[in-house]
């Protein structure tokens, strides 16, 4: 009964992550639907004593603390609260949920393999789509459709590739943890993870590309040594990339000279860091010339407006730090940076570079880069942050009870049979 409990709430956060990653806000009751879902998984794991364990020094919890300010602020600016509402109490019953289901490390592969296989469908298997088709999978009106839907990919929320390229970020750090932390599916996970990273190319999002070759080279040099199965698959691996490249090559070289992407590649020289640069300068404009409230909690949802009057350029902040200054001002950015601090701090900890601890490490490490260029707060990296914060408390709690002490093997007889 407890092992059939336990199959269902797998099932139940397969469902979930599916309307999270894979749907867009038109489908019909998706949040009900999400909040539904959410909370029978919640009933499902809450033991005889109803107690939901709570971890000190989890870094979710002053990312609630700062969606109940964005609240408040956007309640006193009149912006959209309503959304807020409804994303922190999703947040919540989400970050309950997975802390409650998680109580080994087995739990958190079974985890990690539930958001791989839903942000590969939400990311490279519809983002194949919309560019084989050239039309998104969820209908848009004209006006919306990007004028780069044939050749640069989105993913299932089809808004804006930078964030889009996140859900491939996640897709490919989640395939690499699996193939490094299971015996079966290696193959699998390792095609899954080129594909994956090919969908990160192909978004043209330069930050998210450059923070992918960051994490992987913060692989390549921590890695412990390469076995012979390992230089095997490498080579098989290489060997069919190879391969595929010379079959497509003529049609790979013809995209890539195309006329639209040569026009983008110019758009890209165009747009270049300076824009940003100047997003950073208006952020901390706004937040010097503003009122005491607008300094402490910021201009709300509605601060790109702001941020334009001071540069001219109509779009957000462009980093996580800058936007939450602006948004939700002292308090978004000092919540932001213990967030960011937070994170780091456990990667330092996590000094073991075992193959989950080093992929997980990077996995973080590749958000926060990408997050360095761009500001809205997106699933994706919620997502991220919670997985962080249940790892580093399974890995925490095996580093302070010994495997051979006496407590140890209390506690790991007990697990054994424990299955919920």
Not at 85 to 113: E, H, R, T
Not at 337 to 361: Q, R
Request: glycine share 6%; proline share 1%; with cysteine.
């Amino acid at each position: 009964m407890i092992i059939t409990r336990k199959r269902i709430t797998e099932v139940l956060y397969f469902l979930f992550f599916v309307l999270l990653f894979c749907t867009t806000a038109s489908v019909p009751f998706r949040s009900i639907l999400l909040f539904g879902i959410i909370i029978i998984s919640i009933l499902i794991n809450l033991n005889k004593s109803l107690s939901i364990r709570r971890n000190r020094g989890d870094a979710t919890r002053y990312i609630i603390l700062l969606y109940a300010f964005a609240v408040l602020t956007n309640i006193y600016s009149n912006g959209n609260y309503q959304s807020g509402i409804v994303n922190l109490m999703l947040l919540i019953f989400m970050y309950i949920s997975l802390d409650k289901y998680c109580g080994n490390i087995n739990d958190f592969k079974n985890l990690i393999k539930i958001v791989f296989i839903t942000t590969f469908i939400g990311g490279p298997i519809i983002g194949i789509y919309q560019m084989a088709t050239g039309d998104f999978l969820f209908p848009v009106p004209a006006s919306e459709n990007s004028s780069y839907v044939d050749y640069k990919i989105f993913n299932a929320q089809q808004s804006n590739v930078n964030y889009g390229a996140l859900t491939m970020q996640v897709s490919f750090f989640t395939a690499l943890i699996l193939s490094n932390s299971s015996d079966k599916y290696k193959l699998l996970y390792y095609i899954s993870a080129i594909i994956s990273v090919i969908c990160i190319l192909l978004t043209f999002s330069r930050g998210a590309i450059a923070a992918t070759a960051v994490a992987l080279l913060v692989i390549i040099l921590y890695k412990k040594k390469t076995t012979v199965k390992s230089w095997i698959r490498i080579f098989w691996v290489l060997l069919l990339g190879t391969f595929l490249l010379s079959v497509y090559y003529e049609n790979i070289m013809q995209f890539i000279y195309s006329n639209d992407v040569q026009h983008l590649f110019s758009q890209k020289e165009t747009s270049s860091i300076n824009d940003r640069t100047q997003q950073w300068e208006a952020a901390t404009e706004a937040f010097l010339d503003g009122s005491i409230f607008q300094v402490v909690f910021g201009y709300g949802t509605e601060y790109a407006t702001v941020l334009a009057s001071y540069s001219g350029i109509p779009m957000s902040a462009h980093n996580i730090f800058f936007g939450q200054l602006t948004e939700n001002g002292l308090v978004g950015f000092v919540l932001m940076f213990v967030v960011f601090f937070n994170g780091i701090k456990k990667i330092i900890k996590l000094n073991k570079h075992s193959k989950l601890a080093l992929g997980m490490c990077c996995f973080m490490i590749a958000i926060w880069l990408t997050y360095q260029l761009i500001s809205m707060i997106r699933w994706e990296f919620l997502v991220t942050i919670i997985l962080f914060d249940i790892y580093y408390r399974i890995e925490n709690n095996n580093l302070i009870i010994k495997p051979n002490s006496i407590k140890g093997r209390k506690v790991k007889a007990k697990e054994r049979y424990n299955f919920n």
